[in-house]
Each structure stands twice: as structure tokens, then as C-alpha cells.
């Protein structure tokens, strides 16, 4: 195997530190995505910075109302949490519709926004990804794609990003929190991964050497109406086809507040922002669901073998969208 | 109560159940010793061509490598009856994944590593992996798997489809499926001298040593294989596969132990899938629902390595009682994968195809599809005529009914709604035949009491030994705890495969016929046991295995309800319920076991377990337990699985029929009519996913309101 050193940090500053003195370094958390590219060869760390012993562990309301998640909660412990479970349940549910039991138990907030795509091309290397090696070709553009992406992508790479929780986050308007070299930063969660265009090998804004050192939830009341749905070959421990993250919040009869974000459409979380846009100040009506979606999705450019996602998108959002607005406005 | 009347078909439990939830039991991969290195496989990465040279120097220079064969340098081999098991004998690659070069190292991870540096050069050659019903390489095979004519026809099929009163004439599609067991396949090889042990993740260790013997030009008796425990093989484990070779060659090369377990993904390539199937049914039928004729032809793939021909079609000869019938089977060689057993082969693909049209044929006639499958029941075996030793269709079908309460069924298609939800039910029928093969088994008595028999059987974990331990505590009239098993060993003697259904009836005529001899030389004596005890031995070879003048074939029907998601195209099956009637049931828990995890992969079948072709590349794309969807646990909602007991004097001692594929067979066309009846949409590709669903319902339109939106 390829040797690589391993450091387990006990500080942010040791971990950034220690990320910096090993040039070609990787964090690692629970491992769950890490570790199988490794073995796959798809990732040859020359380190691993071991960051799950940071004090980064605990989810802790601040005195604004947000909520402070750090990096290393883990996802089962997060989907549990009770103050998710009251104030944002999109975000638990979309948690606890991802991977396994036995996975949720190993994998952290900051590991999963981190992982990478499920692509079967970018993960076999005896084959072209632009992705795993820049300038390779895309394997999937003409090969076997019916889970890859309809919005968002470009003809260099049309991966979709994996994560159930990432989209929850882009809907809740959470914000990703990051420290490196140059200090610490935030970044809005819709905002943290990229669209591949012509630079695939990207998945997120982070920059060289810096940690996800915890994410954000802006102050949310209990009873803010949210939910997640997530469409799938199978029942449990399968990535979506077509997810989606909804808040909704309606006053005097109009939408005051919006949040869609879809799963598995496109390489990162997709805000709907146009969508949004259309709803607030509308009656919650399915006329008008119906109309803000297909705004919305009007710019999916599905591929050869993957125009059902986008039906799939809409009817699964409308689901949500009647199903958090106020019973007697639909 | 005698014990003789309690220790077969009681529900005892697996007698290595607590060594394999300690994690004590070792498989194959699991022989450890001082000395014993690991080999990791390079797979070819171009669909066809050759290899037209192989660096092996920076894989040699890594720390820890021992060695690299190549067709280069590997040993030559013999002749093995299998050509898939001729690896690294020639340059030619006839598929993406087959092994090219194979590294031994120090660890498995040096292994790996050296895998990965090793640089092949290949010459490609423009390959064709994607079959189609009207491929013009296909023909028409001189036998299907198993020995079956390719061709049957009785009657003027065509002449009679064309005047019948009702015809349906349809096509159905079954992707590549793959056995995907949990243990991955593995061997330990170790040669001492020219002595050769290998423990193998095999479902038949002769099967194993005999070619192990002809590829390396040993006589037989200098070999031993052994397969203690095994992680499962639906089939895949059933003829050796090429790791066993390797690990052999390897270690013979090196002169160490040498382990070889393959990467889960490489297991498509090389172990043996079920080929895809492209189904033609035509069922012409009277007015009320007898048929006329039946005409099923299967066209499917094989691999330029060898031929083999999945006998979709056989089914059709046993089912129904049609005056006409044509059964054929088209097959075109591609650059693919060599495809091989997968649990219930023919039966379980051929089944979804015929059980599926003749639900249609039930709609099309306005029959009831329980009583369209009586209606057609034949006396004698259609193709061959010759009488059942027993059959129990038609009460299979009417206990299923009334335990799953059929009666309650509005006959209409989508006349099931619960808010977004489209619910349904479907049945269908099951069948396998009665195989069996012959071997020798021994039975000791022992001073103390106990009783040792040896008999070379393999658990795949199916719960064989434990069976075992039964018949022969039944023959002996002995205590269940009095009798110890020693199974999974070629120096045991012959030992016919874990497949076919048939270990329990091959294994047990042996161990019944030694333990009634023993029992015999033992009732008549008054003076002790000699300190080696009294053993007795049998050899069935020539009876157990003697061609019957009946038809003996299992049978059971499959009862589903599905709630289909008319939102996202999702469908669930909320109720699984089986009833089989395969002779005498020898351990209630263990049989139940069986017929449940048949469900539950023809569940997989019908629902989530897809496998594609990539066209481009030559490989599957689903190559890893987490894009390969087997069903998970919250897909399997309480299956429910019942027997019919038989009583047939035409079997074995035991009187019974195998379990072990029956519950597979006919479960997709369950689910499948499950999901016409709640939708009234026919998919005729499997698996139903959600993509295929949803666009059917949207290309049917549903109205609005149905679909929740």
C-alpha cells in the first residue's frame, strides 16, 4: 500500500497545522467515504489528520436562537438531537434517510458535507472521469447515467452530489463554517458546493488547508414547518434518485418564507431560488406550487437516460409543499 | 413420543449457529499460518483484446511483493472442464475483468499495492456486450444448462395460437442479476511436496479437487479440499472459480500458504451472474382460460469463454396442461462476462416470464388467476407425459388463497387506493425439480453412545449439517445431541455440490442408507463396542441418483401485495406469502429459512436488484453492494412462508424434495402482477424501479387526482 503518515489532532490549530506540514494531506472524520476510495485508489493521502477528536462535538444553541453544529457530531447523534427533531426536521429526517444505521453512527456533520460523488466512473480508475483525473473525459456523458445529474451540469462532468443532509442545510439556510490558514470564514450552505463546469475536479468553495469546523442553523421556531422526501430504488440504504428539502412558512395566508432545495439533480444541493422567488407573497395554493416548480425546473436539461428525475422532482416537492402548507389554504 | 418421530422435522437449530455469531467459524480465507502470503488479482480493463505485454518491475520493486504471474510465466496448466478456470494461460482477454496478472505479497495490502503498479499493455479489439432479441450471432444451442434440448415442440403450436379465442402474444425482459453472497470467494492453498490442501469457499469440495486435479496433474488422492464454512454462493460457488486456481498457483510458485479472496468488486466479472433474459410468450387459451397452445422462446447471452445456456424455457414443459406447446432457447455469444448458476436457474427468470402472461391471459379472459393456474392443471407431466410422483399446485394455490384471503380481491385492476397509493395483490406459481446425485457417507457407533457420521456435504448456510444430523439420528433411532457431523471434506469421500436443491436428498439417501446399515449391525448385538466402534458405510452411486419413471418436481404458489407511490413510482411489497409443497419438510426452521430468503431474493428481482451492461466499457456498472441493490431490511415486511406436507414413496428415505430454490421461483411475477393489479399499467422489464414506474403511470395518465397532485 501507499504509505501515509496519520496525526490525530486535538485542536483545530493542531489539525490546520498539521494539515499544512504534510503537503497532500486529507481530514479525516468518520471515514465512511474516505476510507473506501482509498482502498479503491481513487484517494492516495500522503496524511491523514485524524479531526474526530476535536472539541468540535456538541450542538449548542447560542443566545440568538441559531444553532451551532459542530464538525464532529455525528450524524446519528444530529438526526437525534432534540432540538433538530423540534425546530428543524428536514434536516433530521433528511439525515435519517441517509446510508445506514451503521454508517450514521460513524459519519460526521463535517465528513459528510465533504464526500464525494457516487459516480460509478469516478470511482472504477481504469476508466476516464474528469473529475478523479482532470482531462481524463467523462465516462458517464455517454455511458451509463441514468442517476446522474439534469441540472447544473456541464459537458466536462455531470455528477450528482450524494448527500441527503447537504441538501436540508441548503434549504435551512445554514451557513458552513471554516478555518485555515488565513483565519476563519462562513459560507451559506447552498453555496458551499460548486457545478462542475469546466473545473469537475472541485466540489466545494473550501480552500487549501481549511476545516469545516461546524455548521450553522439560523434561529428557527418550533413548529416552522419543514420536511424532506427522498425517492429511491430501495427502501433503506440507497442514494437518491430525486430528494428535496422544503421550509415553508406562511403567514395571513401568504407565503412569507420559502426554502426548496433538491437532492441528486445536479453536483451540488439545488436552492431553488427561482421557485422561492415565485412563492413568497403567494397564496400556498398547488396552482401556485405547480407554477414555482416548473419555473423552476423548466432549466433541467436531462440526459439521455434520466428524464424521469425530472418529473420525479416536481411531484415529490408538490408532495411536500401540500403537505407543509396550512391545510385550508391548498 | 419416540425420538424418532420428533428429530425429523423438528425445528432444531443450526448446530454452528453460535460459532458463526462468536465469529469463531473460519472460512476460507481465514487459515492463517506464519508463512502465508496474499494474492490480489489484476482484472483487464479493456473489453477484448490481448495483452501484449506486462511490466512487472515496479510492482516487483515494491516492498513486500514476492511475485507476478503473467500468461508469461504463470505454471501451465491442464485441461479443466471449465474454461473459465484456464487463467493466465494464454494472452487473450475475452472480457472486461479478467484476470491478467496476479501478485503475491507479504500482506494483503502489498498485494494490493503491487496490483496497482503492474503495467498492462493491451492490444483492443472493437467489442459487442449488448444483446437484443434479433442479435444475428444468436442460435440455437444443441442444449440449454443442465443438459435440457433447446427445442421442444408438441402439436402445431402456431396453428392452434392462431384459431385460439383468446391470444396474447408478449415479450418480457430479466436484467443480469448476481449472486453476491456475503462472504466474498476465497481459498487458501498450501502445498507440501506434490500434496496439495486447499480450503475453499466452494459448495462442493469433490467437484473442486477434481479439477484442481486435472489442472495441475495430480491424481486426486493428493489433494485435499475443504469448505468447513461458506458465506453463502446462490449458485456462484457451485463450480470452482478461479481464485482456487490461483491461490494453488500461487503457492505452489512461491512455496508458501498463499490466500486469495477477491474484491467484492471483481466479483461480476468472474464469478458467474445470471445471464439477462429476453422472453417471448405467446398463450393462445379457449374462451375460458385452457390453453391451447403455449409457445415460450428465451434469448440469452454467453461469453466467448464457453457456452452456457440458461434454461428459461424448461419451466413451460412442466407447468401446464397446453395440447401444443414450443420451447426454445436462442443464444448469442458476446464479449462478456461468462455467465453461470445463479439460484434457480431457468426456473426462477423463465417463471417470471411465464407466471407474468398468465396473469395476462386472466385479465384478457376474466378468470381469476388462481383459477386460471387450476384450470390448466395436466395430469402427467406435459413435455414428457410421464405421471408426478406428486403434485400439489393446485392445493399450494387454494392454501395460499385462503391464508392470504384472496377471496376479498376486487378482481379490477386499480380498484385499490389509499390516498397517494395505488395498493394490489398477485399471485403466481413455483416449481423445481427434484434433483439428486449419488455419494458415500459412513456412521460409527462409539463405546459411549455417540455416533459419528462423515459424509462430504457442504453448508453454505443453509443448515445442511444440522439436517443431516437428523436423518441420522432418525436411521439410528438415536438422540439428536448423540450424533455428530463431519461434513466439507474431499478425503471423506464423493460429495455431490450444494446446488440444484439437491444436497439434502443426495447427502441424506447416503447417511440414511449407512445409518440403517449400522443400526441393523447393531440391533442384533449384545457384546460392547470394540474401542473404535462399529462403522458402517454406503455408496449410493447407481441409486440415489437412478433415473425415475416419475415426475418429481416441487411446487408452490406466491401471493404478493404492493402499495405503489403514484408521487415518486416507488413501490413496496407490504405482504410476501408463500405456500410449498416440496415431500416431507425434514426441519421446520431451517426449511422456513430457506423459503423466506428465496422470497426475499426474488423480491430483489422483481424490485430493486438491477444490473447494467455499460456499453461502452464492457463491464457492469453495478459493481459494489451499495449500487447493487439487494433488498435491505426495510424492503422485507414480514414474509410469510407455509408447506403443504407430501407424502411420496417415489424420492428418497426421507421422502423429501428440495427447498433450497423453490422460494425464489415465480416471486417477481407475484409482485409484478401485484403491481398490474394496483396500477392496471403491465411493466414487462424488470427490476420495477422507480424510473420505469413513474414514467409508466405518467405515460398512462393517470388523472390528477389519483396521483395526489
Given at each position: 500500500m501507499?504509505?501515509?503518515?496519520?496525526?490525530?489532532?486535538?485542536?483545530v490549530?493542531e489539525?490546520?497545522?498539521?494539515?499544512?506540514?504534510h503537503?497532500?494531506?486529507?481530514?479525516?472524520?468518520?471515514?465512511?467515504?474516505?476510507v473506501?476510495?482509498?482502498?479503491?485508489?481513487?484517494?492516495?493521502?500522503?496524511?491523514?489528520?485524524d479531526?474526530?477528536r476535536?472539541?468540535?462535538?456538541a450542538?449548542?444553541?447560542?443566545?440568538?436562537?441559531?444553532?451551532?453544529?459542530g464538525a464532529?457530531?455525528?450524524?446519528?447523534?444530529?438526526?437525534?438531537?432534540?432540538?433538530?427533531?423540534?425546530?428543524y426536521?428536514?434536516?433530521?429526517?433528511?439525515l435519517?434517510?441517509?446510508?445506514s444505521?451503521?454508517?450514521r453512527?460513524?459519519?460526521t456533520?463535517?465528513?459528510?458535507?465533504?464526500?464525494?460523488?457516487?459516480?460509478?466512473?469516478?470511482?472504477?480508475?481504469?476508466?476516464p472521469?474528469?473529475?478523479r483525473e482532470?482531462g481524463?473525459?467523462c465516462g458517464a456523458?455517454?455511458?451509463?447515467h441514468?442517476?446522474h445529474?439534469?441540472?447544473?451540469?456541464?459537458?466536462?462532468?455531470?455528477?450528482?452530489?450524494?448527500?441527503?443532509?447537504?441538501?436540508?442545510?441548503?434549504?435551512?439556510?445554514?451557513?458552513?463554517?471554516?478555518?485555515?490558514?488565513?483565519g476563519s470564514?462562513?459560507?451559506?450552505?447552498?453555496?458551499?458546493?460548486?457545478?462542475?463546469g469546466?473545473?469537475?475536479?472541485?466540489?466545494?468553495?473550501?480552500?487549501p488547508g481549511?476545516?469545516?469546523?461546524?455548521?450553522?442553523l439560523?434561529?428557527?421556531?418550533?413548529?416552522l414547518?419543514s420536511?424532506?422526501?427522498?425517492?429511491?430504488?430501495?427502501?433503506?440504504?440507497?442514494?437518491?434518485?430525486?430528494?428535496?428539502?422544503?421550509?415553508?412558512?406562511v403567514?395571513?395566508?401568504?407565503?412569507?418564507?420559502a426554502?426548496?432545495?433538491?437532492?441528486?439533480?445536479a453536483?451540488?444541493?439545488?436552492?431553488?431560488?427561482?421557485?422561492?422567488?415565485?412563492?413568497?407573497?403567494?397564496?400556498p395554493?398547488?396552482?401556485?406550487?405547480?407554477?414555482?416548480?416548473?419555473?423552476?425546473?423548466a432549466a433541467?436539461?436531462?440526459?439521455r437516460?434520466?428524464?424521469?428525475?425530472?418529473p420525479?422532482?416536481?411531484?415529490?416537492a408538490?408532495?411536500?409543499?401540500?403537505?407543509?402548507a396550512?391545510?385550508?389554504?391548498? | 413420543?419416540?425420538?424418532?418421530?420428533?428429530?425429523?422435522?423438528?425445528?432444531a437449530?443450526?448446530?454452528?449457529?453460535?460459532?458463526?455469531?462468536?465469529?469463531?467459524?473460519?472460512?476460507?480465507?481465514?487459515?492463517d499460518?506464519?508463512d502465508?502470503?496474499?494474492?490480489?488479482?489484476?482484472?483487464?480493463?479493456?473489453?477484448?483484446g490481448?495483452?501484449?505485454?506486462?511490466?512487472?518491475?515496479?510492482?516487483l520493486?515494491?516492498?513486500?511483493?514476492?511475485?507476478?504471474?503473467?500468461?508469461?510465466?504463470?505454471?501451465?496448466?491442464g485441461?479443466?472442464?471449465?474454461?473459465?478456470?484456464?487463467?493466465?494461460?494464454?494472452?487473450?482477454?475475452?472480457?472486461?475483468?479478467?484476470?491478467?496478472?496476479l501478485?503475491?505479497a507479504?500482506?494483503?495490502?502489498?498485494?494490493r499495492?503491487?496490483?496497482?503498479a503492474?503495467?498492462?499493455?493491451?492490444?483492443?479489439e472493437?467489442?459487442d456486450?449488448?444483446?437484443t432479441?434479433s442479435?444475428?450471432?444468436a442460435?440455437?444451442?444443441?442444449?440449454?444448462?443442465?443438459?435440457?434440448?433447446?427445442?421442444t415442440?408438441?402439436?402445431?403450436p402456431?396453428g392452434a395460437?392462431?384459431?385460439?379465442?383468446?391470444?396474447?402474444?408478449?415479450?418480457y425482459?430479466?436484467?443480469?442479476l448476481?449472486?453476491?453472497?456475503?462472504?466474498p470467494?476465497?481459498?487458501?492453498?498450501?502445498w507440501?511436496?506434490d500434496?496439495?490442501?486447499?480450503?475453499?469457499?466452494?459448495?462442493?469440495?469433490s467437484?473442486v479437487?477434481?479439477?484442481?486435479?486435472?489442472?495441475?496433474g495430480?491424481?486426486?488422492?493428493?489433494?485435499?479440499?475443504r469448505?468447513?464454512?461458506?458465506?453463502?454462493?446462490?449458485?456462484?460457488?457451485?463450480?470452482?472459480?478461479?481464485?482456487?486456481?490461483?491461490?494453488?498457483?500461487?503457492?505452489?510458485?512461491?512455496g508458501?500458504?498463499?490466500?486469495l479472496?477477491?474484491?467484492?468488486?471483481?466479483?461480476?466479472?468472474?464469478?458467474g451472474h445470471r445471464?439477462?433474459t429476453l422472453h417471448?410468450?405467446r398463450?393462445?387459451?379457449?374462451?375460458?382460460?385452457?390453453?391451447?397452445?403455449?409457445?415460450?422462446?428465451?434469448t440469452?447471452?454467453?461469453?466467448?469463454?464457453?457456452?452456457?445456456?440458461?434454461?428459461?424455457?424448461?419451466?413451460?414443459?412442466?407447468?401446464?396442461?397446453?395440447?401444443?406447446?414450443?420451447?426454445?432457447?436462442?443464444?448469442?455469444?458476446?464479449?462478456?462476462?461468462?455467465?453461470?448458476?445463479?439460484?434457480?436457474?431457468g426456473?426462477?427468470?423463465?417463471?417470471?416470464?411465464?407466471?407474468?402472461?398468465?396473469d395476462?391471459?386472466a385479465?384478457?379472459?376474466g378468470?381469476?388467476?388462481?383459477?386460471?393456474r387450476?384450470r390448466?392443471?395436466?395430469?402427467?407431466?406435459?413435455?414428457?407425459?410421464k405421471?408426478?410422483s406428486?403434485?400439489?399446485?393446485v392445493?399450494?394455490?387454494?392454501?395460499?388463497?385462503?391464508?392470504?384471503?384472496?377471496?376479498?380481491?376486487?378482481?379490477?385492476?386499480?380498484?385499490?387506493?389509499?390516498?397517494?397509493?395505488?395498493?394490489?395483490?398477485?399471485?403466481?406459481?413455483?416449481?423445481?425439480?427434484?434433483?439428486?446425485?449419488?455419494g458415500?457417507?459412513?456412521?460409527?457407533?462409539?463405546p459411549?453412545?455417540?455416533f459419528?457420521?462423515r459424509?462430504?456435504?457442504?453448508?453454505?448456510?443453509?443448515?445442511?449439517?444440522?439436517?443431516l444430523?437428523?436423518?441420522?439420528a432418525?436411521a439410528?433411532?438415536?438422540?439428536?445431541d448423540?450424533?455428530r457431523?463431519?461434513?466439507?471434506?474431499?478425503?471423506i469421500?464423493?460429495g455431490?455440490?450444494?446446488?440444484?436443491?439437491s444436497?439434502?436428498?443426495?447427502?441424506?439417501?447416503a447417511?440414511?442408507?449407512?445409518?440403517?446399515?449400522?443400526s441393523?449391525m447393531?440391533?442384533?448385538?449384545s457384546?460392547?463396542?470394540?474401542?473404535?466402534g462399529?462403522?458402517a458405510?454406503?455408496?449410493?452411486s447407481?441409486?440415489?441418483?437412478?433415473?425415475?419413471?416419475?415426475?418429481r418436481?416441487?411446487?408452490?404458489a406466491?401471493?404478493?401485495?404492493?402499495?405503489?407511490?403514484?408521487?415518486?413510482?416507488?413501490?413496496?411489497?407490504?405482504?410476501?406469502?408463500?405456500v410449498f409443497?416440496?415431500?416431507?419438510?425434514?426441519?421446520?426452521?431451517?426449511a422456513?429459512?430457506?423459503?423466506i430468503?428465496?422470497?426475499?431474493?426474488?423480491?430483489?428481482?422483481?424490485?430493486?436488484?438491477?444490473?447494467?451492461?455499460?456499453?461502452?466499457?464492457?463491464?457492469?456498472?453495478?459493481?459494489d453492494?451499495?449500487?447493487?441493490?439487494?433488498?435491505?431490511?426495510?424492503?422485507?415486511?414480514?414474509?410469510?412462508?407455509y408447506?403443504?406436507?407430501?407424502?411420496d414413496?417415489?424420492?428418497?428415505?426421507m421422502?423429501?424434495?428440495?427447498?433450497?430454490?423453490?422460494?425464489?421461483?415465480?416471486?417477481?411475477?407475484a409482485?409484478g402482477?401485484?403491481?398490474?393489479h394496483?396500477?392496471?399499467i403491465?411493466?414487462?422489464?424488470l427490476?420495477?424501479?422507480?424510473?420505469?414506474?413513474?414514467?409508466?403511470?405518467?405515460?398512462?395518465?393517470?388523472?390528477?387526482?389519483?396521483?395526489?397532485?
Amino acid at each position: 500500500m501507499k504509505p501515509f503518515a496519520y496525526v490525530r489532532a486535538g485542536s483545530v490549530e493542531e489539525a490546520t497545522d498539521a494539515f499544512a506540514a504534510h503537503p497532500g494531506a486529507r481530514y479525516l472524520g468518520g471515514g465512511t467515504n474516505l476510507v473506501d476510495l482509498m482502498k479503491l485508489g481513487v484517494e492516495a493521502p500522503a496524511a491523514l489528520v485524524d479531526v474526530t477528536r476535536l472539541p468540535l462535538d456538541a450542538v449548542e444553541e447560542l443566545p440568538d436562537g441559531s444553532l451551532q453544529v459542530g464538525a464532529t457530531v455525528r450524524n446519528s447523534d444530529l438526526a437525534a438531537h432534540p432540538v433538530v427533531r423540534d425546530r428543524y426536521p428536514a434536516l433530521s429526517q433528511a439525515l435519517l434517510a441517509g446510508a445506514s444505521g451503521q454508517l450514521r453512527n460513524a459519519a460526521t456533520t463535517g465528513g459528510n458535507l465533504l464526500q464525494r460523488t457516487r459516480c460509478p466512473y469516478f470511482q472504477d480508475r481504469s476508466k476516464p472521469c474528469n473529475k478523479r483525473e482532470p482531462g481524463s473525459g467523462c465516462g458517464a456523458l455517454e455511458g451509463v447515467h441514468r442517476d446522474h445529474a439534469v441540472l447544473g451540469h456541464s459537458d466536462q462532468c455531470i455528477a450528482t452530489n450524494p448527500s441527503d443532509m447537504a441538501v436540508a442545510l441548503a434549504a435551512l439556510d445554514a451557513r458552513v463554517e471554516l478555518t485555515g490558514p488565513d483565519g476563519s470564514r462562513s459560507v451559506p450552505a447552498a453555496d458551499f458546493h460548486r457545478l462542475p463546469g469546466m473545473h469537475p475536479e472541485r466540489d466545494t468553495e473550501i480552500l487549501p488547508g481549511e476545516l469545516i469546523t461546524g455548521v450553522l442553523l439560523p434561529a428557527a421556531t418550533a413548529g416552522l414547518p419543514s420536511a424532506y422526501r427522498k425517492a429511491r430504488d430501495r427502501a433503506s440504504y440507497a442514494f437518491a434518485l430525486a430528494s428535496v428539502a422544503v421550509v415553508l412558512d406562511v403567514g395571513d395566508g401568504v407565503v412569507e418564507r420559502a426554502g426548496i432545495a433538491f437532492g441528486a439533480l445536479a453536483h451540488r444541493p439545488w436552492r431553488a431560488r427561482r421557485a422561492e422567488d415565485a412563492l413568497i407573497g403567494a397564496a400556498p395554493t398547488t396552482a401556485a406550487f405547480e407554477h414555482a416548480l416548473d419555473l423552476e425546473l423548466a432549466a433541467a436539461e436531462p440526459l439521455r437516460d434520466n428524464a424521469f428525475k425530472v418529473p420525479l422532482a416536481r411531484r415529490i416537492a408538490l408532495d411536500v409543499l401540500s403537505r407543509l402548507a396550512p391545510p385550508a389554504t391548498t | 413420543m419416540t425420538a424418532t418421530e420428533t428429530v425429523l422435522g423438528a425445528p432444531a437449530e443450526r448446530r454452528e449457529g453460535r460459532e458463526k455469531v462468536t465469529g469463531t467459524a473460519r472460512y476460507a480465507a481465514e487459515y492463517d499460518s506464519a508463512d502465508r502470503a496474499h494474492a490480489w488479482p489484476v482484472p483487464a480493463t479493456v473489453a477484448r483484446g490481448r495483452v501484449i505485454a506486462v511490466d512487472a518491475a515496479a510492482a516487483l520493486a515494491l516492498p513486500g511483493v514476492l511475485a507476478v504471474l503473467t500468461h508469461e510465466n504463470a505454471p501451465r496448466l491442464g485441461d479443466p472442464d471449465d474454461p473459465v478456470l484456464a487463467v493466465l494461460q494464454n494472452p487473450r482477454v475475452p472480457h472486461r475483468g479478467w484476470f491478467v496478472a496476479l501478485v503475491v505479497a507479504e500482506t494483503l495490502e502489498a498485494a494490493r499495492a503491487g496490483a496497482g503498479a503492474v503495467r498492462v499493455t493491451y492490444e483492443t479489439e472493437g467489442a459487442d456486450v449488448t444483446l437484443t432479441a434479433s442479435h444475428p450471432e444468436a442460435y440455437v444451442p444443441d442444449s440449454a444448462n443442465g443438459g435440457f434440448p433447446a427445442v421442444t415442440e408438441k402439436g402445431d403450436p402456431d396453428g392452434a395460437f392462431a384459431s385460439s379465442a383468446a391470444r396474447l402474444d408478449v415479450g418480457y425482459t430479466v436484467p443480469p442479476l448476481h449472486n453476491h453472497p456475503m462472504e466474498p470467494h476465497a481459498g487458501t492453498a498450501r502445498w507440501e511436496g506434490d500434496r496439495l490442501t486447499v480450503y475453499s469457499s466452494s459448495q462442493g469440495t469433490s467437484a473442486v479437487r477434481a479439477e484442481l486435479a486435472r489442472l495441475f496433474g495430480l491424481p486426486e488422492d493428493r489433494i485435499t479440499v475443504r469448505s468447513e464454512h461458506v458465506g453463502g454462493g446462490f449458485g456462484s460457488k457451485g463450480t470452482p472459480r478461479p481464485e482456487v486456481v490461483l491461490a494453488a498457483m500461487a503457492a505452489r510458485e512461491t512455496g508458501r500458504p498463499v490466500t486469495l479472496a477477491l474484491p467484492r468488486r471483481y466479483l461480476p466479472a468472474v464469478v458467474g451472474h445470471r445471464a439477462p433474459t429476453l422472453h417471448r410468450l405467446r398463450l393462445g387459451a379457449d374462451a375460458d382460460g385452457r390453453l391451447t397452445s403455449l409457445t415460450h422462446e428465451v434469448t440469452t447471452y454467453t461469453s466467448r469463454v464457453k457456452e452456457f445456456v440458461e434454461q428459461a424455457a424448461v419451466p413451460a414443459r412442466v407447468m401446464y396442461a397446453a395440447p401444443t406447446m414450443r420451447t426454445l432457447h436462442r443464444v448469442a455469444a458476446l464479449d462478456v462476462p461468462t455467465p453461470s448458476w445463479m439460484r434457480a436457474p431457468g426456473e426462477c427468470p423463465g417463471m417470471y416470464a411465464l407466471e407474468s402472461a398468465m396473469d395476462e391471459l386472466a385479465v384478457e379472459v376474466g378468470v381469476d388467476p388462481v383459477e386460471l393456474r387450476i384450470r390448466n392443471e395436466p395430469e402427467t407431466e406435459p413435455e414428457s407425459g410421464k405421471p408426478f410422483s406428486s403434485r400439489s399446485l393446485v392445493e399450494c394455490l387454494r392454501d395460499g388463497a385462503r391464508r392470504f384471503g384472496w377471496e376479498r380481491r376486487d378482481p379490477r385492476p386499480r380498484s385499490g387506493e389509499e390516498g397517494p397509493l395505488l395498493i394490489g395483490t398477485g399471485v403466481a406459481s413455483a416449481t423445481y425439480p427434484v434433483l439428486v446425485g449419488p455419494g458415500v457417507a459412513s456412521a460409527r457407533a462409539l463405546p459411549g453412545g455417540d455416533f459419528l457420521v462423515r459424509v462430504n456435504a457442504t453448508d453454505i448456510g443453509t443448515g445442511a449439517r444440522t439436517v443431516l444430523a437428523q436423518i441420522a439420528a432418525d436411521a439410528l433411532g438415536a438422540p439428536l445431541d448423540a450424533v455428530r457431523v463431519e461434513i466439507a471434506d474431499s478425503d471423506i469421500g464423493f460429495g455431490s455440490v450444494a446446488g440444484g436443491s439437491s444436497g439434502t436428498a443426495s447427502w441424506g439417501s447416503a447417511v440414511h442408507e449407512a445409518c440403517a446399515r449400522l443400526s441393523g449391525m447393531l440391533a442384533g448385538r449384545s457384546e460392547p463396542l470394540p474401542e473404535e466402534g462399529l462403522v458402517a458405510e454406503a455408496d449410493t452411486s447407481g441409486k440415489a441418483d437412478a433415473e425415475s419413471p416419475y415426475a418429481r418436481h416441487a411446487f408452490g404458489a406466491h401471493f404478493a401485495e404492493v402499495a405503489v407511490d403514484t408521487v415518486s413510482g416507488e413501490v413496496r411489497v407490504t405482504r410476501l406469502l408463500g405456500v410449498f409443497a416440496a415431500g416431507r419438510i425434514l426441519n421446520a426452521r431451517t426449511a422456513r429459512s430457506q423459503f423466506i430468503g428465496g422470497m426475499t431474493m426474488g423480491l430483489g428481482m422483481a424490485l430493486t436488484e438491477d444490473s447494467t451492461m455499460d456499453p461502452a466499457f464492457g463491464d457492469f456498472t453495478q459493481s459494489d453492494l451499495a449500487s447493487y441493490h439487494v433488498p435491505a431490511h426495510a424492503d422485507v415486511v414480514a414474509p410469510e412462508a407455509y408447506w403443504v406436507e407430501e407424502a411420496d414413496d417415489h424420492l428418497n428415505p426421507m421422502g423429501s424434495k428440495g427447498i433450497g430454490e423453490i422460494g425464489i421461483v415465480g416471486t417477481a411475477a407475484a409482485v409484478g402482477n401485484a403491481v398490474h393489479h394496483a396500477t392496471g399499467i403491465r411493466f414487462r422489464e424488470l427490476p420495477l424501479t422507480p424510473d420505469r414506474v413513474l414514467t409508466g403511470l405518467l405515460e398512462h395518465g393517470h388523472p390528477a387526482g389519483m396521483l395526489g397532485v
